[in-house]
């Protein structure tokens, strides 16, 4: 019912849409007076701002083209590799590769709402001098409900066998949300002495122990029963959707969250887009444009994936505390020997808080100090932690260092 009304709404508004449309189109005419005015102006504005906020977002693409090596440029081939129901594994590698051992990185996204581009800056970053592997999670709702469920052991299930299709030379990073999935799947080979341990695990943002320094997101998932989660968020696709039948957390729901854990940061963001087109700074406003467009892009999550991650990760947190299984067997980070870690945390996150991903080490008892690092990035938040200049200029290049080093251990 809630996915139903949800699509109602979004059918009830396209009529207030198209007319939102003509009304700019009429009002952005050269030839018509009330172009040139401020009214003119602040209406068109508006109206574009009414569009931008109810408008729902298609799957972006990744759009990497290209990548400048030592100040030239070089072409960026993208294939999926590996095709699952739920996940396909996408491959970036440059041009020049195949005459080059680059280093081979499973880039794992979060499957928490946002697709996979939203790590476009990250690769971008990492393919110049590695070969990057990235988990394109699938749209739950776009997957056939004979496909079977997805959970948290299909997840970390999923992860091994990614690795074991990179092999033993390769270097796996999470960012956010599957860090405490990625150490569990690393803990799982190295209990099995699998041959497919990577050489090294980085932990960006994650919430491996989230008792280590609360947020806003981890109160809240502790302050309701799972039962609660699962009544008051959870749907089923409707029936003109491939997966129909399938009970999922909404993307729509999801985006409700992000926004309304810091709406006013948003309403500004908005108010400044529409000073921008007021006063016709095009680019601002199309900078503005391009952040929502992917932010509010949002896909649906399996429903048991998610509600055994806000049981297990959130509220009983099972994985620092030593009690976490898979397949029934024991997950023990204690039996990491082989894999190098390093934690990237940032001053300002407020998703998952300084301390939250530090907590790795400490569960990491085996692996000598001496391939475990740690990095703090000053003055930023969640997001800065893998885009933007900070990215790209400090904490990208640690990675590719502490990588390059550890790569033939």
């Avoid at 739950?140 to 990614?162: I, T």
């Avoid at 190295?190 to 090294?200: I, L």
Wanted: hydrophobic residues 40%.
């Amino acid at each position: 019912m809630l996915y139903r009304l949800y699509e109602f709404q979004q059918t009830a508004l396209m009529p207030w849409r198209l007319a939102g449309e003509m009304t700019r189109e009429l009002l952005s005419n050269p030839f018509f007076p009330a172009t040139y005015t401020h009214m003119g102006k602040s209406m068109v504005a508006g109206l574009e701002i009414f569009d931008d906020a109810v408008r729902q977002r298609p799957r972006p693409e990744w759009r990497i083209q290209s990548v400048t090596v030592e100040g030239q440029k070089r072409r960026v081939h993208r294939d999926s590799v590996v095709k699952r129901p739920f996940c396909h594994l996408q491959r970036f590698r440059r041009e020049d590769a195949d005459d080059k051992e680059l280093p081979k990185v499973l880039l794992v996204a979060p499957l928490s709402g946002h697709y996979a581009t939203l790590l476009r800056g990250t690769v971008q970053a990492l393919v110049a001098d590695h070969e990057v592997y990235v988990t394109d999670w699938r749209d739950a709702r776009e997957v056939p409900l004979d496909e079977g469920e997805f959970g948290f052991d299909d997840y970390l299930e999923e992860l091994m066998g990614f690795m074991r299709h990179l092999g033993r030379d390769s270097h796996v990073i999470a960012v956010c949300q599957p860090a405490p999935v990625v150490l569990a799947a690393v803990a799982v080979l190295a209990a099995q002495d699998d041959p497919a341990q990577p050489r090294t695990m980085t932990l960006m943002g994650g919430p491996v122990d989230t008792r280590a320094e609360p947020t806003q997101v981890t109160r809240f998932a502790e302050s309701k029963p799972l039962s609660w989660f699962e009544r008051s968020l959870v749907t089923e696709v409707p029936a003109y959707y491939p997966g129909a039948g399938r009970m999922v957390y909404p993307g729509f729901m999801q985006l409700s969250g992000f926004i309304s854990m810091n709406p006013s940061r948003h309403f500004d963001a908005h108010l400044r887009m529409f000073r921008h087109l007021v006063r016709g700074d095009g680019d601002s406003a199309a900078a503005h444009r391009a952040f929502y467009d992917e932010y509010q892009a949002v896909m649906d999550t399996p429903s048991k994936y998610y509600l055994e991650t806000v049981d297990r990760i959130f509220q009983r947190h099972l994985l620092p505390k030593g009690e976490l299984l898979w397949r029934g067997q024991r997950v023990d980070p204690g039996k990491i020997e082989k894999t190098a870690l390093l934690t990237v945390e940032g001053e300002l996150d407020d998703i998952s808080a300084p301390g939250q991903t530090l907590a790795a080490h400490d569960l990491c008892t085996s692996l000598p100090r001496n391939r475990q690092e740690t990095y703090m990035q000053k003055d930023v938040g969640h997001y800065g932690i893998f885009n933007g200049r900070r990215w790209r200029e400090q904490i990208k290049p640690r990675i590719a260092d502490f990588i390059l080093r550890h790569a033939s251990e």
